[in-house]
């Protein structure tokens, strides 16, 4: 986990940022994964690569793959150096990281985002990053979006923060496309689409 690689171009002082910004390696690091859907599953995939220990949380996952622990939520926070939020947002997990949970993790902990800003309580994060509760957060997804120059977390040394953009890549554009063209394909064929976000709607009778 490094930040601030950019604040070289501005200094011009290598050894500086070297002794400053010296990062982590996750090789016997415990890192949790706040639920195991498909990107939470492609996540324990390379962490497992990188011989870390990873845990869980996921309550609709009875299986785990292979070398993933699953564990309770307050548990994965107290006992993770590392905790990445891969869970979409719903009413039962708006908020799912709260203050309260926020306060379980290590001080030397890290805390990333990639997935909604509503899982958890923002304030309580800048606040834990300000008085050092936090070692550092990543951040691609804020409760407050476009990223405007002025957000606060973009002033903290300890966090790195993208706007929205971690799944920008040529790549993912034509791999939409694909889903989509499947869709229709799967539909004009008579058969059930994949990547339903309303399948109850194939249940209810037509007219």
């Known amino acids: 986990f ?3 690689g950019p604040a070289f171009e501005r ?6 940022m070297y002794n400053r910004f010296t990062g ?3 090789g016997g690091q415990t890192v949790g994964l706040v639920a195991l859907g498909a990107v939470g599953r492609e996540v324990a995939a390379r962490l497992r690569a990188f011989k870390a220990r990873v845990l869980a949380y996921d309550p609709y996952v009875r299986q785990p793959p292979e070398g993933v622990e699953l564990t309770g939520l307050e548990e994965l926070l107290r006992a993770s150096d590392f905790v990445s939020l891969h869970a979409p947002v719903t009413a039962e997990t708006q908020n799912l990281v709260s203050r ?4 379980l993790m290590k001080p030397s ?3 990333i985002n990639t997935a909604r800003a509503a899982l958890t309580d923002e304030d309580a994060l800048y606040e834990m990053l300000v008085a050092g509760r936090l070692a550092g957060a990543a951040l691609d997804v804020l409760h407050n979006e ?3 120059g002025d957000n606060r977390f973009l002033s903290l040394p300890n966090v790195i923060v993208t706007p929205h953009l971690g799944g920008a890549t040529h790549d993912v554009v034509r791999h939409q496309s694909d889903i989509v063209v499947d869709a229709i394909e799967s539909y004009l064929r008579g058969e059930r689409p994949r990547w339903i976000a309303n399948p109850e709607v194939l249940e209810k009778p037509p007219g």
């Open 2 to 4: 490094q930040g601030g």
């Open 11 to 16: 200094t011009g002082d290598f050894l500086e």
């Open 24 to 26: 982590v390696e996750l």
């Open 100 to 103: 309260e949970r926020l306060a």
């Open 109 to 111: 902990g890290y805390f």
């Open 146 to 148: 476009p990223l405007q």
